[in-house]
């Protein structure tokens, strides 16, 4: 499987994007699909993940209440909403596949990512 993220851009401080996981050559219905943030000059953090059957798991307590990931199998995509954005948020975002059972935080756990998108939050 090959995945594609989009949806990023220059926003203010306290508005929304939602950002697109769009598989191909294969089915994303198959994977549990994870979201990682990666800021200037840090490492690859775990924002929120889905199970292939649709289920969230715990999200990153920076993203509790504020971003909602949800999957649309018929479009081969995975979303992450994003609202109340803070310049926290500012970095690239990934999308990639864990082929465990469960989808777990660590970025090591995953495989086949694919380009970011980058989203910046002026304040």
């Known amino acids: 499987v090959q995945l594609q993220a989009s949806g990023g851009g220059s926003v203010q401080a306290g508005d929304s994007l939602r950002l697109s996981c769009v598989a191909s050559?294969?089915?994303?219905?198959?994977?549990?699909i994870g979201w990682f943030h990666q800021a200037p000059g840090k490492g690859r953090k775990f924002v929120a993940a889905i199970t292939l059957s649709g289920r969230p798991t715990p999200y990153a307590d920076s993203a509790e209440g504020r971003f909602t990931i949800s999957r649309d199998n018929a479009k081969n995509t995975v979303y992450l909403q994003m609202n109340t954005l803070n310049s926290e948020d500012t970095g690239d975002y990934y999308c990639?596949?864990?082929?465990?059972?469960?989808?777990?935080?660590?970025?090591?756990?995953?495989?086949?990512w694919g380009p970011g998108t980058q989203v910046t939050v002026s304040s």
């Open positions: 050559e294969s089915a994303i219905s198959a994977y549990n």
């Open positions: 990639g596949v864990d082929l465990g059972e469960y989808p777990r935080r660590n970025s090591r756990e995953y495989v086949y």
